[in-house]
């Protein structure tokens, strides 16, 4: 599990072996203006960037060498924060203009556009924007950094490859037909309790309005609920649940590397595809430090460094896996993120979910 971060910041610690061939100097990166040079030399007397996000310190560790072969002398400090508690923590150290984060950094979409809604960050035109996707930007300040699929985890010795369903229709077939079996046997989030739940729910019912009755098949099996992803994947690895629903891809494919337990499914008929937002704090207290950790993150160096471990990166100029176009449905970073947030949208959203598990669930 995860290891969170309350109080503490912790350096991310790189392996010698990762840092050995490090420059004497920084160097501009090629095609970046002139006038990034008094960037760099700004940074380098700030000496460190500052950062919370609520990705595993381990898929780091390849960036953050990468970042150090680059920029040396700046160190990486990194918190490990869930994503509610980073919106909160940050939030209440910037309203008490108390020492935060200089780059905020998470995959609950939603809460990281309010938080630029509410003026939280500063704007900043990366020389990488170029490069990236449309739909990964907003205002100059927000910057989707990965390219996430959500889908289907099951358990192998349970469910065949060849039976498990590749499509959201086929996935509530197979529950309709054989519920019995199911009973007890499928997990996914709780949205009351997580936001990342949420958002993947909402934007389910946004794509296709079969989402209600595929859920009322998942309903049906009295499903058990969570509020984060390794208890799903740890039950569906033991055998205890037979298939999580809407999971973060990179988490699952990197457990599956390790545990022949476990398979995943991107269904055909769609994949939602999710994004870790970053941008610069407002009251950055390492401004230039910030711009060019983000700058890193967006460049190409820095997204094959994300693409070594789980965390799919944003360019298509990464030689990484993508989902073909017709199956991807990427989430857009932008304002419309903020409808769901709505207080009596959310309190509707949910009363209605409580409707749809009206049959009895299991909850942990």
């Known amino acids: 599990m995860r290891r969170v971060l309350l ?21 501009r990166p090629t095609g970046y203006p002139r006038s990034y040079d008094q960037l760099i030399a700004q940074a380098k007397t700030e000496r460190v960037v500052r950062i919370y996000g609520n990705a595993d310190r381990a ?24 994503s509610s508690e980073l919106y909160r923590r940050f939030a209440a150290e910037t309203r008490g203009r108390r020492l935060s ?25 990366s020389p990488e924007k170029p490069a990236l996707p449309a739909t990964v930007v907003w205002k100059n300040m927000g910057y989707g950094i990965t390219a996430e699929p959500v889908g289907f985890v099951y358990n192998r010795r349970l469910i065949p490859a060849a ?5 959201h229709a086929a996935l509530e077939a197979l529950l309709r037909t054989r519920r019995a079996a199911f009973t007890g046997k499928v997990t996914t989030f709780d949205p009351a309790r997580s936001n990342v739940g949420y958002l993947y729910l909402t934007q389910d019912f946004a794509i296709t309005r079969d989402t209600r009755s595929l859920l009322q098949a998942i309903a049906a099996t009295k499903p058990v609920l969570s509020a984060t992803t390794e208890p799903m994947l740890k039950a569906v690895a033991e055998g205890r649940q037979a298939i999580a629903y809407n999971i973060i891809g990179s988490y699952a494919l990197e457990r599956a590397r390790r545990d022949p337990r476990l398979g995943v499914v991107f269904p055909r008929d769609y994949t939602i595809v999710t994004s870790r937002i970053a941008f610069i704090a407002r009251d950055a207290t390492h401004p230039a430090a910030a711009k060019l950790f983000l700058d890193f993150l967006l460049s190409k160096a820095g997204q094959t460094a994300l693409a070594t471990r789980s965390l799919w990166p944003v360019r298509g100029d990464v030689g990484a896996r993508v989902l073909p176009a017709d199956q991807a449905r990427p989430i857009r970073v932008g304002p419309q993120l903020l409808v769901n947030l709505d207080r009596l949208k959310r309190q509707r959203f949910l009363r209605d979910w409580a409707a749809i598990l009206a049959s009895g669930v299991s909850d942990r």
């Open 163 to 167: 039976a498990m369903p590749t499509s």
């Open 7 to 27: 109080q503490l910041v912790l350096t991310i610690a790189v392996p010698a072996g990762l840092v050995m061939a490090v420059p004497a100097v920084a160097q």
């Open 101 to 125: 984060a200089d780059i905020v950094w998470s995959s609950a979409m939603d809460l990281q556009v309010k938080l630029i809604n509410d003026g939280y960050a500063q704007g900043y035109a």
């Open 59 to 82: 898929e780091l560790l390849p960036v953050v060498a990468a970042f150090r072969r680059a920029y040396p002398g700046i160190t990486v400090l990194y918190a490990d924060l869930g």
